[in-house]
């Protein structure tokens, strides 16, 4: 049974950080894991991927430059740095899993199978 539990967020004030962790378990093989945010009113957004297979990542235009993801495989942990915060970053943000490890159409929510419970990152002074 594959679970992703979700950790971290909070209230952060503009040009803060935040660290978001994404804990996976019941995964036999290689996997990728997404990162996604959703604001009240917008579409849900990919914002970052890794894969464990071999630790390529992806980022969304919008994050790059701020935001650095990161997996431990002994862990089987996924982070989500967020730097450099700005009120537009405000989301409710999840993680998200697919088997095998492939990097194809890591920021599209359709690609994944298993979500994590979503946390709720807000930027605000």
């Known amino acids: 049974q594959v679970q992703l539990v979700q950790s971290g967020g909070g209230l952060v004030q503009p040009g803060g950080s935040v660290i978001l962790s994404c804990a996976a378990s019941g995964f036999s093989m290689d996997y990728t894991i997404g990162w996604f945010r959703q604001a009240p009113g917008k579409e849900r957004e990919g914002v970052s991927a890794i894969s464990s297979r071999d630790g390529s990542t992806d980022y969304a235009d919008s994050v790059k430059g701020r935001f650095t993801i990161s997996i431990d495989n002994a862990k089987n942990t996924v982070y989500l740095r967020l730097n450099n915060l700005t009120p537009e970053d405000t989301a409710v943000y999840y993680c998200?899993?697919?088997?095998?490890?492939?990097?194809?159409?890591?920021?599209?929510?359709?690609?994944?199978?298993?979500w994590g419970q979503g946390t709720q990152v807000t930027v605000q002074g």
């Open positions: 998200a899993a697919d088997p095998y490890g492939s990097m194809w159409y890591s920021l599209s929510y359709n690609k994944y199978e298993y």
